[in-house]
Protein backbone atom coordinates (compact mmCIF):
# COMPACT_ATOMS: atom_id res chain seq x y z
CA UNK A 1 0.00 0.00 0.00
CA UNK A 2 1.84 2.90 -0.84
CA UNK A 3 -0.66 5.94 -0.64
CA UNK A 4 -0.30 8.41 -2.53
CA UNK A 5 2.79 8.63 -5.16
CA UNK A 6 4.04 11.59 -7.77
CA UNK A 7 6.23 12.06 -10.19
CA UNK A 8 8.56 13.29 -11.19
CA UNK A 9 10.32 14.55 -7.25
CA UNK A 10 12.67 17.04 -9.29
CA UNK A 11 11.98 18.88 -12.42
CA UNK A 12 13.98 22.33 -13.60
CA UNK A 13 11.86 23.61 -16.55
CA UNK A 14 12.76 26.76 -19.06
CA UNK A 15 10.50 29.52 -19.51
CA UNK A 16 7.50 28.37 -22.04
CA UNK A 17 8.30 24.67 -21.45
CA UNK A 18 5.32 22.27 -21.06
CA UNK A 19 4.89 19.49 -18.46
CA UNK A 20 2.82 17.44 -16.36
CA UNK A 21 3.01 16.22 -12.79
CA UNK A 22 1.84 12.83 -12.34
CA UNK A 23 -0.54 11.59 -9.14
CA UNK A 24 -1.92 8.29 -7.96
CA UNK A 25 -3.83 6.98 -4.72
CA UNK A 26 -4.12 3.68 -3.72
CA UNK A 27 -6.32 4.24 -1.34
CA UNK A 28 -9.78 3.95 -3.13
CA UNK A 29 -9.79 7.69 -2.36
CA UNK A 30 -13.50 9.61 -4.37
CA UNK A 31 -11.76 13.60 -4.08
CA UNK A 32 -8.02 14.11 -5.22
CA UNK A 33 -6.17 17.35 -4.93
CA UNK A 34 -3.00 19.75 -6.32
CA UNK A 35 -1.69 22.21 -3.69
CA UNK A 36 1.05 24.40 -4.25
CA UNK A 37 3.69 25.16 -1.07
CA UNK A 38 5.48 28.07 -0.96
CA UNK A 39 7.65 30.09 1.90
CA UNK A 40 5.50 31.89 4.43
CA UNK A 41 2.03 31.07 2.25
CA UNK A 42 1.44 27.48 4.10
CA UNK A 43 -0.32 25.48 1.49
CA UNK A 44 -2.55 27.00 -1.51
CA UNK A 45 -5.14 24.44 -3.77
CA UNK A 46 -4.42 24.73 -7.13
CA UNK A 47 -7.38 22.20 -8.26
CA UNK A 48 -9.25 19.28 -6.89
CA UNK A 49 -11.84 16.62 -8.24
CA UNK A 50 -14.08 15.65 -6.01
CA UNK A 51 -15.05 12.35 -7.66
CA UNK A 52 -14.01 10.94 -10.79
CA UNK A 53 -15.24 13.00 -13.76
CA UNK A 54 -15.16 16.32 -11.95
CA UNK A 55 -12.74 19.14 -11.63
CA UNK A 56 -12.94 22.51 -10.30
CA UNK A 57 -10.57 25.25 -9.28
CA UNK A 58 -9.07 26.16 -6.32
CA UNK A 59 -7.73 29.01 -4.87
CA UNK A 60 -4.61 29.62 -7.66
CA UNK A 61 -5.73 27.85 -10.76
CA UNK A 62 -3.98 30.09 -13.44
CA UNK A 63 -1.03 28.76 -15.61
CA UNK A 64 -2.64 25.11 -14.57
CA UNK A 65 -4.92 22.06 -16.09
CA UNK A 66 -5.83 19.19 -14.49
CA UNK A 67 -6.83 16.15 -15.77
CA UNK A 68 -8.48 13.39 -13.27
CA UNK A 69 -7.51 10.12 -15.51
CA UNK A 70 -9.69 7.72 -13.36
CA UNK A 71 -10.51 7.11 -9.78
CA UNK A 72 -6.81 6.61 -8.87
CA UNK A 73 -4.69 9.37 -10.87
CA UNK A 74 -5.07 13.34 -11.20
CA UNK A 75 -2.53 14.60 -13.09
CA UNK A 76 -1.09 18.93 -12.96
CA UNK A 77 -0.14 19.95 -16.24
CA UNK A 78 1.63 23.60 -16.66
CA UNK A 79 1.07 24.46 -20.52
CA UNK A 80 3.80 27.01 -20.65
CA UNK A 81 5.99 27.57 -17.48
CA UNK A 82 6.74 30.68 -15.71
CA UNK A 83 9.30 31.70 -13.34
CA UNK A 84 6.41 32.29 -10.88
CA UNK A 85 5.40 28.77 -10.76
CA UNK A 86 8.72 27.59 -8.85
CA UNK A 87 7.22 25.69 -6.37
CA UNK A 88 7.01 22.36 -4.15
CA UNK A 89 3.76 20.83 -5.54
CA UNK A 90 1.57 18.31 -3.31
CA UNK A 91 -1.00 15.74 -4.26
CA UNK A 92 -3.45 14.86 -1.58
CA UNK A 93 -6.35 12.27 -1.68
CA UNK A 94 -9.38 12.50 0.91
CA UNK A 95 -9.82 9.81 3.01
CA UNK A 96 -13.24 10.97 5.92
CA UNK A 97 -12.28 14.20 6.60
CA UNK A 98 -8.25 14.10 6.53
CA UNK A 99 -5.83 14.63 3.31
CA UNK A 100 -3.22 12.53 2.49
CA UNK A 101 -0.69 14.28 0.78
CA UNK A 102 2.20 12.71 -1.57
CA UNK A 103 5.95 13.71 -1.51
CA UNK A 104 6.26 16.48 -4.11
CA UNK A 105 7.60 17.68 -6.64
CA UNK A 106 9.89 20.59 -6.57
CA UNK A 107 10.05 22.43 -9.50
CA UNK A 108 12.22 24.82 -10.57
CA UNK A 109 11.52 27.48 -13.79
CA UNK A 110 14.47 29.50 -14.88
CA UNK B 1 -7.93 37.23 2.65
CA UNK B 2 -6.29 34.54 5.02
CA UNK B 3 -8.96 32.94 6.61
CA UNK B 4 -6.93 30.20 8.65
CA UNK B 5 -3.83 32.47 9.97
CA UNK B 6 -0.74 30.83 12.10
CA UNK B 7 0.85 33.62 13.38
CA UNK B 8 4.42 32.63 14.57
CA UNK B 9 6.36 31.59 12.09
CA UNK B 10 8.70 30.05 14.29
CA UNK B 11 8.86 28.78 18.09
CA UNK B 12 11.70 27.03 19.62
CA UNK B 13 11.15 25.15 22.67
CA UNK B 14 13.37 22.59 25.53
CA UNK B 15 13.11 18.94 24.92
CA UNK B 16 10.67 17.63 27.89
CA UNK B 17 8.84 21.32 28.08
CA UNK B 18 5.57 21.40 26.08
CA UNK B 19 5.00 23.72 22.90
CA UNK B 20 1.75 25.50 22.25
CA UNK B 21 1.16 26.29 18.65
CA UNK B 22 -1.85 28.76 17.81
CA UNK B 23 -3.71 28.75 14.53
CA UNK B 24 -6.50 31.68 14.34
CA UNK B 25 -9.36 31.40 12.02
CA UNK B 26 -12.12 34.06 10.65
CA UNK B 27 -14.81 32.07 9.14
CA UNK B 28 -17.58 30.79 11.17
CA UNK B 29 -18.63 28.06 9.37
CA UNK B 30 -15.52 26.09 9.89
CA UNK B 31 -16.97 22.95 11.43
CA UNK B 32 -13.93 20.63 11.08
CA UNK B 33 -9.78 21.62 12.18
CA UNK B 34 -6.31 19.86 11.98
CA UNK B 35 -3.10 19.58 12.16
CA UNK B 36 -0.74 18.32 10.06
CA UNK B 37 3.14 18.00 10.13
CA UNK B 38 5.78 18.24 7.52
CA UNK B 39 9.63 17.15 7.28
CA UNK B 40 11.40 18.82 5.20
CA UNK B 41 11.53 17.18 1.60
CA UNK B 42 8.33 15.28 2.64
CA UNK B 43 4.83 15.42 2.60
CA UNK B 44 2.11 16.32 4.99
CA UNK B 45 1.27 14.25 7.45
CA UNK B 46 -1.95 13.96 9.16
CA UNK B 47 -1.73 14.61 12.89
CA UNK B 48 -5.04 15.54 14.88
CA UNK B 49 -8.30 16.89 14.21
CA UNK B 50 -11.23 18.12 16.15
CA UNK B 51 -14.81 18.74 15.26
CA UNK B 52 -16.73 21.59 15.96
CA UNK B 53 -18.61 19.47 18.71
CA UNK B 54 -15.60 19.49 20.43
CA UNK B 55 -13.26 21.34 22.91
CA UNK B 56 -10.70 19.18 23.22
CA UNK B 57 -9.22 15.77 21.75
CA UNK B 58 -5.98 13.81 22.64
CA UNK B 59 -4.07 11.23 21.32
CA UNK B 60 -1.17 10.57 23.09
CA UNK B 61 1.02 13.21 23.72
CA UNK B 62 -0.44 15.82 21.26
CA UNK B 63 -3.75 17.54 22.25
CA UNK B 64 -5.80 19.94 20.31
CA UNK B 65 -7.82 22.29 21.73
CA UNK B 66 -10.71 25.02 20.26
CA UNK B 67 -11.92 27.89 21.43
CA UNK B 68 -15.14 28.70 19.00
CA UNK B 69 -15.93 31.81 20.48
CA UNK B 70 -12.07 33.30 19.73
CA UNK B 71 -12.23 31.40 16.94
CA UNK B 72 -8.99 30.33 17.84
CA UNK B 73 -7.50 26.38 18.00
CA UNK B 74 -4.07 25.50 19.78
CA UNK B 75 -1.71 21.98 19.50
CA UNK B 76 -0.27 21.22 22.53
CA UNK B 77 2.73 19.02 22.60
CA UNK B 78 3.60 17.22 26.18
CA UNK B 79 6.32 16.38 26.57
CA UNK B 80 8.35 17.47 23.36
CA UNK B 81 10.83 15.51 21.97
CA UNK B 82 13.97 16.57 19.63
CA UNK B 83 11.89 14.14 16.73
CA UNK B 84 8.81 17.11 16.56
CA UNK B 85 11.09 19.59 15.08
CA UNK B 86 8.75 20.48 12.16
CA UNK B 87 6.81 22.43 10.06
CA UNK B 88 3.43 22.31 11.79
CA UNK B 89 -0.05 23.28 9.78
CA UNK B 90 -3.25 23.78 11.15
CA UNK B 91 -6.56 23.32 8.50
CA UNK B 92 -9.74 23.93 8.53
CA UNK B 93 -13.00 22.39 6.35
CA UNK B 94 -17.27 22.76 6.73
CA UNK B 95 -19.40 20.69 5.84
CA UNK B 96 -20.65 23.49 3.25
CA UNK B 97 -17.52 23.32 1.86
CA UNK B 98 -18.09 20.80 -0.95
CA UNK B 99 -15.23 18.83 -2.40
CA UNK B 100 -13.59 18.54 1.09
CA UNK B 101 -11.70 21.36 0.45
CA UNK B 102 -9.08 22.67 3.15
CA UNK B 103 -7.84 25.93 3.76
CA UNK B 104 -4.15 25.69 5.48
CA UNK B 105 -2.40 28.32 7.77
CA UNK B 106 0.86 29.49 6.92
CA UNK B 107 2.47 27.09 9.39
CA UNK B 108 4.69 27.83 12.31
CA UNK B 109 8.41 25.75 12.34
CA UNK B 110 8.53 24.13 15.84
CA UNK B 111 12.50 23.38 16.99
CA UNK B 112 12.92 21.05 20.25
CA UNK B 113 16.15 21.52 21.75
CA UNK B 114 18.01 18.80 23.35
Known amino acids: ?110 | DQQVKQNSPSLSVQEGRISILNCDYTNSMFDYFLWYKKYPAEGPTFLISISSIKDKNEDGRFTVFLNKSAKHLSLHIVPSQPGDSAVYFCAASGLYNQGGKLIFGQGTELSVKP
Open chain 1, 1 to 110: NAGVTQTPKFQVLKTGQSMTLQCAQDMNHNSMYWYRQDPGMGLRLIYYSASEGTTDKGEVPNGYNVSRLNKREFSLRLESAAPSQTSVYFCASRGAWEQYFGPGTRLTVT
